[in-house]
């Protein structure tokens, strides 16, 4: 038992410790830098209205679309040990056939050139 009270002992004076240098090492002089706000690289005291382009939500939804792809992949080598795998490899099949003709869909109408 007294180990154990040792051992919270000496937990609480680590606790202790670091609260105390955690108020005595900051410093606590603002300066302009940190007083101004940050608006991801806009500038906070301009126009609201900015124009924003439409090929960064495409690649958001592209990269949404294939990061649920390989979560949906990913108990796929654990399919072989159900009663059919071959059902669980069609459906994967499909899934992946269809994503592709979608990838290939958007490649052709040029919705993944950045540059117009």
Request: some cysteine.
């Amino acid at each position: 038992m007294s180990i154990l009270m040792t051992f919270a002992l000496i937990i609480i004076a680590l606790i202790l410790v670091m609260l105390l240098i955690s108020f005595w090492l900051p410093q606590m002089v603002p300066d302009s830098e940190k007083l101004s706000p940050f608006e991801c690289g806009f500038d906070p005291l301009g126009t609201a209205r900015l124009p924003f382009s439409l090929r960064f939500f495409l690649v958001a939804i592209l990269f949404l679309l294939f990061d649920l792809e390989i979560a949906l992949l990913l108990p796929l080598p654990w399919g072989i040990q159900l009663e059919s795998p071959l059902l669980t490899f069609a459906w994967t099949f499909a899934v992946l056939t269809l994503l592709t003709l979608g990838l290939i869909y958007e490649w052709v109408q040029g919705g993944l050139e950045w540059a117009e």
